[in-house]
């Protein structure tokens, strides 16, 4: 497809465990993005990817969180020992150069759930 | 730092009305961006339409439209004749000239009735 593919779109997992989450950006886009979105909540930035440049991760709320993107495409948000609060939809999107005049483009998300 | 309120959990409109939804935001920034995203059922947030704060005059985008105050910092979206595929989430999310983060608002919840 065409648009950003994340995956999974669903997953449930025990208190502390690992988790990976995949974002396949559009075809060409150097920017990328990852957003949280809580239960009631805004959606809150996590963490941005713009070409080689070294990413911003000043949206990461712990040091159990980390992402990284693989040649300059897919992107992978780890979360490591989960805790119950980070149950939340997790957004992907990606843009042209990551200019103010380019919008973002979102994937469908990942609703994680910590049991 | 940018914040950005929704003051409106939850709105109703019939359908073929108007609907005004509120956004308000706080920046010390003279050069940004806001912006109103849709978000389905279906979770895709999809953009509905963008304003540049250098430009004066308000967007358009067919039967959306906003009515932006920069004094005030007001971002109103306007939806008119309302139509069922409209229900859904609305944030309003601002983008200043030096980051390329959105800052987003809790979201409106709009439900289009018959």
């Known amino acids: 497809g065409a648009g950003v593919s994340q995956s999974p779109s669903n997953k449930v997992t025990e208190k502390g465990k690992d988790v990976e989450l995949r974002c396949d950006p559009i075809?060409?886009?150097?920017?990328l993005y990852w957003y949280r979105q809580s239960l009631g909540q805004g959606l809150e930035f996590l963490i941005y990817?713009?070409?080689?440049?070294?990413?911003?991760k000043s949206g990461l709320p712990s040091d159990r969180f980390s992402a990284e993107r693989t040649g300059g495409s897919v992107s992978t948000l780890t979360i490591q020992r989960t805790q119950q609060e980070d149950s939340a939809v997790y957004l992907c999107a990606s843009s042209l150069d990551g200019g103010r005049n380019q919008p973002q483009h979102f994937g469908d998300g990942t609703r994680l759930s910590i049991l | 730092a940018q914040t950005v309120t929704q003051s409106q959990p939850e709105m109703s409109v019939q359908e073929a009305e108007t609907v005004t939804l509120s956004c308000t935001y706080d920046t010390s920034e003279s050069n940004y961006y806001l912006f109103w995203y849709k978000q389905p059922p279906s979770r895709q947030m999809i953009l509905v339409i963008r304003?540049?704060?250098?430009?004066?005059q308000n967007a358009t985008e067919n039967r959306f439209s906003v009515n932006f105050q920069k004094a005030a910092k007001s971002f109103s979206l306007k939806i008119s004749d309302s139509q069922l595929g409209d229900t859904a989430m609305y944030f309003c999310a601002f983008q200043t000239g030096t980051a390329s983060k959105l800052t987003f608002g809790t979201g409106t919840r709009l439900q289009v009735t018959l």
């Open positions: 304003q540049e704060a250098y430009k004066q």
């Open positions: 990817f713009q070409g080689n440049s070294a990413p911003d």
């Open positions: 075809s060409g886009h150097t920017a």
